[in-house]
């Protein structure tokens, strides 16, 4: 079926040093020994048992890779610094009927967050408000007067979801007007917490829960299961009102580990993996709104989750009302979720249109005259207008098209500020850069993770930032070297089909630290070649023998690599992921195309 080891003439997988897009081919390295156990132990073929050697699972966890549970994987609640502590604050008001609210970012994972800890509430018989920030007025996190506005509302405590962690300011003011903070939160932090009643954070310093790699909803999922301890300790569930299943919630978990591109690798995994079973019974009704809204067919999968459902939760926040994601993922109102669901729908379409006039724009004003340097380490690009609510995702467009760490920043003139957005480069920390960046007195704000970050800089600073940048990941960028496509399997066309396909999906959900299967089609000829609205570019690929594969590349038509499906002519090696092809039921698959060399153009 496939034959990867004898791709390995070289170094490079079929030779391929530098690609059409100017990358280099490699099989994804993993221990023989180990992928020959997979095999013996647990029935796997040789492909799929060296796939998932590749992917650093041993002997010993391969069991809970392929068939992950809560019970083996779950973390010790108390392993988080102050995770008892919050859960003993939140219980106090739970049984003193303290008022709290819940503070969220407006993102996917701000708000599955704030609607699991709502619902738990809920069924303790107790609404928890939610304040959602907004992005054009406040900007990310707590701030003095957004703590200000809810004290005055009456509120005594405040939970902050997915924020928090940088929110020094805020927190130091909300002690000065008797408000006190829980944080629960993910993000990068400094040393020293900030002055809040509990903060807890898997990357705050110190922390032994080695769980660094969850979103804010896997956090609170873990926080909703000391809530359950610290509540069943004082007697608090009864036959009227049992103790929560926490199960239940694990559809919005996923949906927040998904969508901010967290390593599904350990608990995380067993997290995603789980809660994608739930979601596909649709219990939730926002969730399934919205589902219904975006067409979406079939069990639910982490592209459902990333492309048709979460775009929609974050359209609210980005150019809409930043509450409307948070309300729909708590609400049990069919009809409120179905209105929900449309506007938020309605958002989207218009934040498509917003984004793309963005990305026409920057890539324009990047190819002009000398804006662009080839050699730079990082690309920090700067407009006028820019709506901040689509930087972030102009920003990942372009790292996809120039291959490197890039910054986009909305310029806001009247009020001297820009608003930028950052998405990197697999082994290049961004996010600590950009913490340098703010500690070096650049920002006025700034952080995030290594692949993702934020920030707020003050226009004339802008230069100034983008040198430090360059500087800064100028090592790192080297130290990548020329960016590798892994490889797991060489396949024919014939072999590229449904049974393949349905074998390796015992390695899903896929996603950083799990990438999806890549395979390699060597010798293939493309046929029926077609430019669509987007440009995407649809061909058929035909081997040897005359056997072919549908296959399709997103956004490429004015790329090299689109050029050159387009061009027809010679033979190809490709390499893609396998995705079902299920239209008029015919079951079958299609290549995504990631990748084209032509083999006689080799560089090594």
Not at 43 to 53: H, M, N, T, V, W
Not at 161 to 181: K, R
Not at 323 to 337: F, K, N, Q, V
Request: net charge negative; charged share 25%.
């Amino acid at each position: 079926m496939a034959d990867g080891h004898a791709a390995l003439a070289s170094a490079h997988f079929l030779d391929v040093a530098r690609s059409i897009s100017g990358r280099a081919w490699r099989e994804r390295p993993g221990d023989a020994a180990v992928a020959r156990s997979h095999q013996q132990f647990h029935g796997l073929s040789e492909p799929l048992a060296r796939a998932l050697a590749s992917r650093g699972v041993g002997v010993d966890h391969a069991e809970h890779y392929l068939r992950p549970t809560l019970k083996a994987l779950f973390p010790d609640p108390s392993s988080f610094t102050d995770m008892d502590r919050a859960a003993e604050i939140l219980i106090d008001a739970l049984e003193s009927g303290r008022p709290t609210m819940v503070f969220a970012d407006y993102d996917v994972d701000g708000a599955t967050s704030a609607a699991q800890l709502v619902r738990w509430f809920r069924h303790m018989g107790v609404e928890l408000p939610i304040y959602i920030p907004d992005r054009l007025t406040e900007g990310y996190g707590p701030s003095p007067a957004a703590f200000k506005t809810i004290r005055d509302s009456g509120a005594e405590l405040v939970v902050t979801l997915d924020c928090g962690a940088a929110a020094y300011d805020a927190i130091a003011s909300a002690a000065t007007i008797g408000l006190e903070v829980v944080v629960i939160d993910h993000h990068l932090m400094r040393e020293d917490p900030p002055a809040a009643a509990a903060v807890v954070n898997p990357n705050r310093p110190g922390c032994q829960s080695g769980q660094g790699v969850l979103a804010a909803a896997g956090v609170t999922f873990v926080l909703l299961a000391a809530l359950n301890r610290e509540a069943r300790k004082r007697g608090l569930f009864t036959d009227e009102r049992p103790q929560p299943d926490l199960r239940q919630w694990l559809d919005l978990v996923a949906m927040g580990e998904v969508c901010d591109v967290t390593q599904l690798v350990g608990f995380n995994r067993a997290l995603t993996t789980l809660g994608l079973r739930t979601m596909s019974s649709w219990g939730n009704p926002g969730l399934k709104a919205l589902f219904e809204v975006g067409k979406g067919s079939g069990p639910a999968s982490v592209f459902h989750a990333g492309f048709i459902l979460g775009p929609r939760i974050n359209a609210g926040g980005r150019i809409g009302r930043s509450d409307l994601g948070a309300r729909l993922l708590s609400t049990d109102d069919p009809l409120e979720a179905r209105a929900l669901a449309e506007e938020l729908d309605g958002l989207n379409t218009e934040r498509k249109a917003v984004e793309a006039a963005v990305v026409e724009e920057a890539a324009a004003l990047l190819e002009r005259g000398s804006n662009f340097d080839p050699d730079a380490p990082v690309i920090v690009v700067a407009g006028e207008g820019w709506h901040p609510g689509v930087i972030g995702i102009v920003a990942g467009r372009l790292r996809e098209r120039y291959r490197k760490p890039v910054v986009v920043i909305g310029v806001d003139r009247a009020a001297n500020v820009g608003k930028g957005s950052g998405r990197s480069q697999p082994g290049v920390n961004l996010g600590a850069a950009i913490q340098a960046a703010f500690e070096a007195g650049l920002l006025m704000a700034g952080g995030g993770h290594a692949m993702a970050a934020g920030l707020s800089i003050r226009p004339d600073s802008i230069p100034e930032f983008r040198a430090f940048l360059e500087e800064r990941l100028a090592g790192e960028m080297e130290a990548v070297g020329v960016e590798g496509v892994e490889i797991d399997a060489l396949v024919q066309p014939r072999a590229a089909n449904r049974a393949l396909w349905n074998e390796f999906q015992q390695l899903a959900p896929f996603g950083p630290g799990n990438p999806e299967p890549m395979f390699a089609l060597a010798g293939v000829r493309p046929e029926r070649m077609m430019a669509m609205k987007g440009g995407h570019v649809r061909v058929d690929l035909v081997g040897p023998s005359g056997d072919r594969i549908k296959a399709i590349s997103w956004r490429s038509a004015e790329t090299p690599l689109g050029e050159r499906l387009l061009s027809g002519g010679g033979a190809l090696h490709v390499v893609g992921r396998l995705k079902p092809d299920d239209y008029m039921g015919r079951e079958g698959v299609q290549l995504e195309i990631e990748d084209v060399a032509d083999p006689r153009m080799r560089t090594t």
